[in-house]
């Protein structure tokens, strides 16, 4: 049958020569979509008319003919000169008062050069509808992405009885939770609908929300319809990563002590190098997980695996939020972040990541310094990266110690007891040990330094 059909196509458009024609509409309060020429979209079919220009002018022997496409036959309706206009220069004809869900065809002569060649041009009306539901399967568990069907559809057929979808101008609202300054926080986004019956949401809303598409296809009039509650089962996590790194250390990558995570591995592994880079570190992990997160997987990966992105042998932690996780073997570490939403055997589960670098041990120590209070240079201060341990002694030319810490992140302000040491030179002793287990011990002279004002 659909042979039989292609067939009548063929003869009833091929026994002419084709001609591409742009149709128009006289009153603009009439039309609100022109699919090049193939379809024309009336909201108010009391005003419906259709125009069409030939380059060549001189028409004659116009005929306008309503086609029907059937599911078994084609059917021709010849249309009454009552019901089509040839303009007074002979170069425009106006169809009056079509009918919806029918196709137009043109038969005209055309004199050019004193030779008639004979053209057809055709156009389809389809009559506005709002839509008027929006609907997805009601008992399905979404957890990357959700399909919305509206309807009705709006369609219209081709030359050749194909059938096309009107591609409406829309967008559609809904409430999701979104990534801010102060953690997640539940917002309102708006996205442009690129398909003409089906809406793909993508990620699935992580809130109990309701969708409000929007129908802009009419430029002078916007409609509107809202769905019912969507119940969301997705879940999400926004996490960070911070360090209690009290300084910043000479020869750190990376100068952040917050780092967010990623929803992909690969993005993590390029954004490794803003963190901090020095060990041993304490971590502190945060979740920033939506409402339904009820389970939490923390799998860290160091060295070759984390390289590779191997998390399958991983060590996990199964805490909503981690506090002071210690890191000090250098290398590369990586963290899998998954939350799931697990109840009634139904499992939606969302994974980030993170990654950065322990450094390898690097102790560096000033040979002088200028405890002025200019803020520059003001403490004799060790340079280091991934120190695990460290004992400093400093002793004046007599002998004297004058200073000693083991803790390597402060430095000596150059005071002896309660007064500012006297210009020259001092010497300390240091050991300390490498996070990865290199030892140093190192002696050496410091000046101090008074510059005049």
């Known amino acids: 049958m659909k042979r039989r059909i292609l067939g009548l196509l063929f003869l009833l458009f091929f026994s002419f020569e084709m001609y591409a024609t742009t149709f128009s509409v006289p009153d603009e309060s009439g039309i609100v979509y022109n699919s090049k020429g193939e379809c024309m979209l009336f909201y108010d079919m009391d005003k419906a008319a259709v125009s069409f220009s030939d380059e060549i002018a001189d028409f004659s022997n116009v005929r306008c003919s309503r086609i029907v496409f059937g599911e078994t036959k084609i059917d021709t309706f010849v249309i009454e000169n009552d019901y089509i206009s040839i303009s007074s220069d002979k170069q425009t004809v106006t169809l009056k008062s079509p009918i919806a869900n029918s196709g137009y065809l043109f038969e005209y002569d055309v004199y050019s050069n004193g030779d008639s060649l004979k053209k057809t041009a055709f156009t389809w009306i389809t009559k506005f509808e709002p839509i008027d539901s929006l609907i997805w399967t009601k008992d399905s568990i979404y957890c990357e992405e959700l399909d919305i069907d509206f309807s009705p559809v709006l369609t219209y057929k081709t030359k050749f009885g194909e059938t096309k979808k009107i ?31 089906t809406i793909t949401i993508s990620p699935v809303p992580y809130v109990n929300t309701t969708f409000v598409l929007s129908d802009f296809t009419i430029e002078s009039q916007k409609y509107q319809i809202t769905s019912d509650t969507f119940i969301t089962q997705a879940v999400v996590a926004f996490p960070t990563m911070t360090t209690t790194a009290k300084f910043l250390h000479e020869g750190d990558e990376g100068i952040d002590s917050t780092l967010k995570f990623s929803t992909s591995f690969d993005e993590a592994i390029s954004l490794s190098g803003n963190f901090r880079s020095s060990g041993p570190l304490l971590l502190n992990l945060i979740s920033n997980s939506s409402d339904l997160a009820n389970h939490f997987e923390w799998a860290v990966t160091h060295g070759v695996t984390a390289e590779q992105g191997d998390f399958s042998n991983a060590f996990v932690l199964f805490e909503k939020d981690i506090n002071s996780y210690e890191v000090s073997d250098p290398g590369l570490y990586c963290f899998e972040l ?14 980030s990541y993170a990654c950065f670098s322990i450094a390898e041990s690097q102790l560096n120590i000033p040979n002088a310094f200028t405890p002025n209070g200019d803020g520059t240079n003001d403490e004799f201060r060790v340079a280091y990266r991934s120190i695990a341990s460290f004992n400093c002694h400093i002793y004046d030319q007599w002998g004297r110690k004058v200073y000693e810490s083991t803790d390597i992140t402060k430095g000596w302000d150059g005071y002896v007891g309660n007064r500012i040491g006297d210009i020259g030179t001092y010497f300390y002793y240091i050991e300390a040990v490498g996070t990865d287990g290199v030892e140093y011990k190192k002696k050496g002279s410091v000046n101090l330094i008074r510059t005049k004002d």
């Not at 829309?170 to 997640?184: C, H, Q, R």
């Not at 799931?340 to 589960?349: F, H, L, M, V, Y």
Request: proline content about 2%; aromatic content about 2%.
């Open 338 to 351: 998954t939350v799931s939403n697990i109840r009634n055997d139904s499992i939606c589960e969302n994974k």
């Open 167 to 197: 591609i409406r101008n829309m967008t559609i609202s809904y409430n999701t939770l979104t990534d801010g300054e102060n953690g997640p926080s539940e917002n309102s986004t708006q996205e442009q609908i690129e398909e003409s019956n």
